[in-house]
């Protein structure tokens, strides 16, 4: 049975810092892709990143460019996003989620199967 589990999220103040971690165990895809999106309450799901099992293609969203990096430990199973001078908009729960999606479709949720159960995150003004 495949699980992704997120942990790392919580409050903090704009400007600051969190780091996410997903901890994936069980048979996911050979290779799989991992991302990062999230949801705002009364927003829909948004892509905010996404890595090739090599490291070698990512995808982030605009609104994250330049202030959020996805990376992954393939030894461990784990994947995580460095989240960096975060702003109130950045206030959403995070999932991390897994696939094989081709590197066009890399934002598009409906390309990945298995997901986590999502973590806060809340940065205050």
């Known amino acids: 049975q495949v699980q992704l589990v997120e942990s790392g999220g919580g409050l903090v103040q704009a400007g600051g810092s969190l780091t996410l971690t997903c901890a994936v165990s069980g048979r996911t895809f050979n290779r799989p892709v991992m991302a990062w999106f999230r949801q705002a309450p009364g927003k829909e799901r948004e892509s905010v990143a996404a890595?090739?099992?090599?490291?070698?293609?990512?995808y982030y969203a605009d609104s994250v460019k330049g202030r959020f990096t996805i990376s992954r430990d393939n030894a461990k199973n784990t994947v995580y996003l460095q989240m960096n001078y975060l702003k109130p908009e950045d206030t959403a729960v995070y999932y991390c989620?897994?696939?094989?999606?081709?590197?066009?479709?890399?934002?598009?949720?409906?390309?990945?199967?298995?997901w986590g159960q999502g973590t806060q995150v809340t940065v205050s003004s």
């Open positions: 989620a897994s696939g094989n999606p081709i590197p066009t479709y890399y934002y598009a949720g409906r390309a990945y199967t298995y």
């Open positions: 890595l090739s099992w090599s490291g070698a293609v990512t």
